[in-house]
């Protein structure tokens, strides 16, 4: 089945076409590299390692800190609780990175970033080579953002102890929806969000589970009229739960 038949948006099946010119290669800086190693081992995302789709590359910025305690934090200026991130280790480890290759974004998880979303996702998964900066403490340096940062991303407005979670939640989203990272690509075509709609109830096998039965539209086996129930409960669901969405589309 060709890419384009699987969807009607055309800017999808663009993305989708360009992926297949495409190895990414995502560098990710973290004082805390150990959070990281099991999302990397596991599943889809190892999948993609395996199959060359991609490179996940760990770095941590104290290996480049002139402090002799590999110091990588110090107090504000101006007084107030918690450390921040100093400059010295994260600009020398950027620098070293950018010396090897250009990089397509460098991005900072941060609460006050844009929020994530699937179009962000879809923009991102064409990109060749991503640096992802994880903050700590109460964050980073002001001017390391000035200076470096090309995009600055939320993944909820909530707050964790660092940055690593997100950057993991950002990798996975982003290696998901490129051919050959799940077994059947169209898979990721019709996830919640792709075309701003939520995804449709699913339903598998036993037909019936202590009273309750599978739609009999679903065992019809009358495609078209499937598809048709599939759309109309994309937009049910996303009136009901994300109204906000509809408003993108104007439906």
């Given amino acids: ?60 910025p104290r ?39 250009e990089y397509d974004e460098i991005i900072y998880m941060t609460p006050d970033g844009e929020q994530l979303n699937q179009g962000i996702v879809n923009g991102y998964s064409i990109k060749k080579n991503i640096l992802i900066l994880c903050g700590h403490y109460k964050g980073i340096d002001q001017r390391i953002r000035d200076i470096y940062i090309t995009h600055e991303i939320s993944i909820g407005d909530y707050v964790l102890s660092g940055g690593e979670l997100g950057a993991a939640v950002l990798t996975d989203a982003i290696l998901r929806v490129i051919p050959g990272a799940i077994n059947n690509e169209e898979s990721a075509l019709t996830d919640s969000f792709q075309d701003d709609l939520l995804a449709p109830p699913v339903y598998t096998r036993p037909s019936n589970f202590r009273g309750h039965e599978v739609p009999k539209v679903l065992i019809s086996g009358d495609f078209p009229k499937i598809e048709k129930w599939r759309e109309e409960q994309s937009i049910k669901r996303t009136k009901e739960r994300r109204p906000d969405l509809l408003k993108k589309t104007g439906d």
Avoid: W
Avoid at 12 to 18: A, G, M, Q, W
Avoid at 26 to 41: C, G, K, N, Q, T
């Fill in 63 to 101: 290996d480049f800190s002139a402090d002799k305690h590999k110091k990588v934090d110090d107090y504000m200026y101006g007084g107030g609780a918690g450390l921040v991130m100093t400059c010295q280790p994260i600009a020398d480890c950027i620098e070293f990175l950018k010396s090897q290759r």
């Fill in 1 to 60: 089945m060709s890419l384009l038949s699987v969807t009607d948006n055309d800017s999808v099946s663009l993305i989708y076409l360009l992926y297949l010119a495409l190895t990414m290669r995502i560098d990710i800086l973290s004082v805390v590299p150990e959070l990281l190693r099991s999302p990397f081992s596991h599943s889809i995302l190892k999948r993609a390692i395996n199959n060359g789709i991609a490179e996940i590359h760990i770095h941590n």
